[in-house]
């Protein structure tokens, strides 16, 4: 079994490991590398080494070639032309199609040319021929099966939208990263393509697709900045769900188990990655930014361009999404964890969702004050009656026992309280909000029989979160140096 290292000293007795994915944001400019490799020949590409971070060459060759990608594969790996055509077929018919129809616009206008849609588009900006390149390589993520089972399934590089060769620090003229000039994704084929594992490695195809036309998208748009880190992963959480068709069942059943006592605590996507002393708590971050984009399409009615309405939006933070809802980001943040205290509310529930509504349930916690940082909630029991009025960005919501009504007036009559941080930066501080003090049980239960969660199977993470990696520090700056971005008005 593999395990991330961090984690197994953690986790003894937990048979788990993670699918690493690793996303656009892999910019960090505070160091350089020694030595420039050696420019590339023919069949050769750049890629990471995900232990220590440095680059090296992989030699591949091109195996096949379908209508909208071609297929490398480094030498040694053992794709067969079979698998590799399979691949090939599959993204053609299927994890392209089904990505473009949410996430892209047709027919895309810039500069005086005319693009099918975005992957056009980005083919474009690196001089290619509208086909995707994907390279099948053994990424050095340090598996193998003794005991080390955890592995990056794959990954996209913003770095290769620059010209081919050595990425350098305009300050230092130190070489941080290289460039294949491509429009491109990398698959890990050790253990991603294994028969087992193809279907996971196929959502990962469309969960890296979407973070390529999030970030061509902002090049074609000219936002001024990239979108905020859980915006990009609640849309890629949603490009997973629509090439499965099906909820992901690990992470509702993290969100509502919650092992780690972290989202009871408040913890969800709003702030990325901000409890790192705990580190199962990204999986948080995963589960709940699923959750949340999944109930904002429910509340939408499932809207055709739901998601191509917030990807193509101006906006590149929360009001991406309170602008395609309608509704202010208190609002929303409200409604949404009153639903997932009452999943089957007809109103502010996941409608028509049978699935979510019979897994999902919160823990409400014991305390008189609790600190929480933007977009942050928790719940507690009334007992009677509680009053509080609202103070800074802490808001108050109640939910009394036999009614669906949200009531934000106190007091708040007896059932639960929700207290939650209502800040719309999140880069804001941490603020105190009051609880009942009301002690609750303790009991999980799903469906009305109590359930211990099963670490076993895999959890897709990005790369840069096992890296630590800051997203909004560093891929803005090598952003701005790719393109021009509006002026802030």
């Not at 999902?360 to 007992?383: D, W």
């Not at 941080?421 to 049980?441: H, I, M, Q």
Request: glycine share 8%.
């Amino acid at each position: 079994m593999k395990k991330f290292s961090l984690l197994s000293l953690l986790l003894p007795l937990a048979a788990i490991f993670f699918v690493l994915a690793s996303c656009v944001d892999q910019f960090n400019f505070n160091e350089g590398h020694e030595k420039d490799l050696e420019p590339l020949g023919e069949n050769q590409f750049y890629a990471q080494n995900m232990i220590n971070e440095k680059y090296y060459v992989v030699t591949a060759e091109k195996i096949c070639e379908g209508e909208t990608c071609v297929i490398w594969a480094e030498l040694g790996s053992g794709v067969s032309q079979a698998l590799a055509e399979e691949i090939a077929a599959e993204y053609d018919q299927h994890i392209r199609p089904n990505t473009i129809e949410v996430f892209s616009k047709k027919d895309i206008k810039k500069e005086g040319n005319h693009f099918d849609d975005i992957l056009d588009y980005a083919s474009w900006l690196v001089g290619g021929d509208g086909k995707l390149t994907i390279l099948l390589l053994d990424i050095q993520d340090g598996f193998n099966t003794q005991g080390n089972e955890s592995y990056v399934a794959g990954y996209f590089f913003a770095g290769n939208f620059f010209e081919k060769g050595p990425i350098k620090n305009s300050v230092t003229g130190k070489t941080m990263y290289y460039s294949n000039a491509r429009d491109m994704i990398y698959i890990g084929v050790n253990p991603g393509l294994h028969p087992d594992l193809l279907e996971q490695t196929y959502s990962t195809f469309a969960h890296e697709l979407q973070h390529l036309i999030n970030f061509t998208t902002s090049i074609w748009l000219g936002r001024k900045n990239l979108m905020d880190t859980w915006v990009d992963e609640g849309l890629s959480s949603q490009a997973e769900y629509f090439y499965l068709g099906k909820n992901p069942a690990k992470k509702c059943e993290w969100f509502s188990e919650d092992i780690n006592g972290t989202i009871a605590k408040g913890n969800n996507f709003f702030v990325w990655d901000n409890y790192k002393s705990e580190p199962l708590a990204i999986l948080d971050e995963y589960a709940t930014v699923y959750l949340f984009f999944r109930w904002l399409y429910l509340q939408a009615n499932e809207r055709a361009l739901f998601f191509l309405d917030i990807e193509t939006s101006q906006h590149y933070d929360y009001e991406a999404v309170t602008s395609v809802m309608g509704s202010n980001w208190e609002t929303l943040l409200g409604r949404w964890f009153a639903a997932n205290y009452a999943p089957d509310d007809d109103d502010y529930g996941y409608i028509g969702d049978d699935y979510l509504q019979g897994v999902i349930t919160v823990n409400p916690i014991a305390g008189s004050s609790v600190v929480l940082y933007p977009g942050e909630g928790v719940y507690s029991v009334i007992s009677g009656s509680f009053s509080r009025s609202s103070a800074g960005f802490i808001r108050y919501a109640g939910i009394a026992d036999n009614s669906s009504t949200i009531n934000t007036s106190s007091p708040y009559n007896k059932g639960v309280l929700i207290t939650f941080n209502a800040n719309t930066s999140n880069k804001g501080s941490r603020e105190t909000g009051y609880l009942t003090g009301v002690s609750p049980s303790i009991v999980r239960s799903i469906a009305g029989e109590t359930r211990t969660m099963q670490l076993t199977g895999s959890y897709i993470l990005d790369a840069r979160d096992v890296l630590g990696r800051n997203r909004e520090k560093d891929i803005s700056g090598v952003f701005r140096m790719l393109y021009p971005l509006k002026a802030e008005k």
